[in-house]
């Protein structure tokens, strides 16, 4: 099933922008850094294809009636629903950890009651709802830059409902080349 074309070729399209033109100049020293530049990427894209979108950087989301608490790394929602949630790891220099990525992924993929994004730090006049639904085409994505050989990520096969929405960017760096980006197993924009 493909879904949030549109979405997913804009990420992807930042995801190579900000490894060509921030990682290879060496702006990027952390995973932070990386969501900054992807993020700066992805609002231009949003800008030049003139869609309303509403990015969050590592909020904190109440799933489950408010039980369990997930802060993924970035994401994308359009004026009601979540549209996008990526999980970004950054470990240029060894293996990637990913599973707590992946556990939050499958949590959200198969939630069906509304999210609610907590903005505690947040002060000013109240512009609207902190409650998203999750869309049922959202986009799921891990975006990992970490030290060759390229991985199968995940290493296991994911649930349905989230392997059906996934897509899987990698950044494999070598010691004394530029490195290799994948989505999925396949080279992009090189």
């Known amino acids: ?4 074309g549109l979405l997913r070729r804009q990420i992807k399209a930042a995801w190579v922008e900000t490894m060509r033109e921030t990682y290879l100049t060496q702006t990027i020293n952390s995973e932070r850094s990386l969501q900054v530049h992807l993020v700066a ?13 509403r990015m969050f950087i590592e909020p904190k989301l ?8 997930l802060y993924p790394d ?3 929602c359009n004026t009601r ?10 470990q240029p220099n060894v293996r990637p950890n990913f599973l707590k990525d992946f556990q939050t992924l499958e949590i959200l993929a198969t939630e069906t009651d509304p999210v ?13 709802a902190k409650t998203y639904t999750l869309a049922a085409d959202a986009l799921y994505v891990w975006a990992g830059v970490y030290a060759a050989p ?28 530029a490195p ?8 992009i924009g090189q």
Request: avoid cysteine.
């Open 180 to 187: 290799d980006f994948y989505a999925g197993s396949r080279p």
């Open 41 to 53: 990427r992805l609002l231009q894209a949003v800008k030049d294809d003139r869609v309303n979108r």
């Open 116 to 128: 609610e994004i907590v903005n505690n730090r947040y002060r000013g006049p109240d512009k609207g």
């Open 62 to 69: 109440l799933v489950n009636g408010g039980e369990t608490r």
């Open 1 to 4: 099933m493909a879904n949030r």
């Open 150 to 177: 390229l991985r199968t990520i995940p290493s296991e096969a994911p649930s349905e409902e989230l392997r059906q929405k996934l897509l899987v960017l990698h950044g494999v760096t070598y010691k004394d080349r």
């Open 74 to 76: 970035i994401l994308v």
């Open 81 to 90: 629903s979540i549209i996008g949630v990526i999980e970004i790891k950054y």
